[in-house]
């Protein structure tokens, strides 16, 4: 029996098999190999349809400029189109001033292909953290409604282990941002949070497991937030030489993912991130 508690967001961060962010990777050098990109969107596309979801993806203005058809497509169906950056950087490793170029930059390409107005943001690889968590204010800064950039854990590459974990306005020198946070779902084992709604946490664990996470989540009023990429749907895909521990996050599990979700889009109703926020702001366009 389909369960029907408050929405969930479903999010997909579109990027190619070689957008990835592990040391001495530059993933510009790889654009261009080939991908099954736009046969992974279609079959992605066509799993929401069939279930009824809506969705956000966070796109690459890269990805926008190779592929302006399939991003058409996204927006066609009724998604939400938002921003993941221009090509994949981190936005640690940027300046203040380099990270507003890089937004505002993918902000106008993926406007400028899908014709909608682009509300939500995600960093690359959850960079937002606390050294530049002051970045937010540049979001703000350039029109945007919120973002989706903080993951409430703490591990070798990302993390704000004690940042809110529910949709919250965030403060940045003592100011109350204009700007909704959208942290990534965690749940807390062993005193620690711990992601499990996508990537490879959603790669790692029993969908039965996640399954129950997010109703837990949702019997706490708060939806949660499932993130994967196309890649991880296709096992088919070309693959990065990496190093043991990288190719374990990478790939473990790669072979499941695509079975997971479709259980996970029967059991739940999901939406986008935009169309949530508007039922907390009716203001909202
Ligand atoms: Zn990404």
């Known amino acids: 029996m389909a369960e029907r508690p408050a ?26 190999r080939g991908s099954n ?4 969107m279609e079959d992605l596309l066509a799993l929401c349809a069939a279930a009824g979801a809506r969705a956000t993806f966070f796109v690459l203005g890269a990805v926008a400029e190779d592929h302006p058809g399939v991003v058409r497509a996204i927006a066609a169906a009724g998604h939400e189109i938002a921003s993941h950056g221009y090509g994949h950087a981190l936005a640690y490793r940027q300046t203040i001033d380099e990270f507003a170029a890089d937004v505002r930059r993918s902000v106008a390409i993926l406007e400028d292909v899908a014709g ?4 939500g943001y995600r960093a690359p690889s ?15 800064e350039l029109g945007l409604v919120y973002d989706a950039s903080v993951f ?32 990534t779902s965690v749940v807390r084992l062993a005193g620690r949070n711990m992601g499990y709604s996508g990537g490879f946490y959603f790669r790692l664990f029993p969908g039965l497991f996640i399954a129950y996470a997010i ?33 374990f996050i990478h790939y473990h599990g790669i072979g499941g993912a695509r079975a997971k979700l479709v259980s996970l889009l029967q059991k739940f109703t999901f939406t986008s991130v935009i169309d949530h926020l508007r039922t907390l702001d009716p203001t909202l366009k």
């Open 215 to 247: 109703r837990r989540a949702n019997r706490r009023g708060r939806p949660a937030v499932v993130y994967l990429h196309p890649r991880e749907l296709d096992p088919g895909e070309r693959r990065l030489t990496l190093p043991a521990k990288e190719a």
């Open 152 to 183: 409430p854990v703490r591990t070798f590459l990302y993390g704000i282990p004690d940042a809110p974990a529910h949709i919250h306005r965030p403060v940045v020198a003592g100011r109350t941002l204009n700007l909704w946070e959208i942290p």
């Open 126 to 140: 959850w960079s937002i953290v606390a050294a530049n968590y002051h970045y937010l204010a540049v979001l703000e």
């Open 37 to 40: 990109f736009p046969a992974q």
């Open 116 to 119: 909608a107005a682009v509300r």
């Open 7 to 32: 929405a969930n967001f479903l999010t997909f961060d579109t990027e190619e098999w070689y957008h990835a962010n592990y040391d001495g990777m530059d993933p510009a050098a790889l654009r261009g």
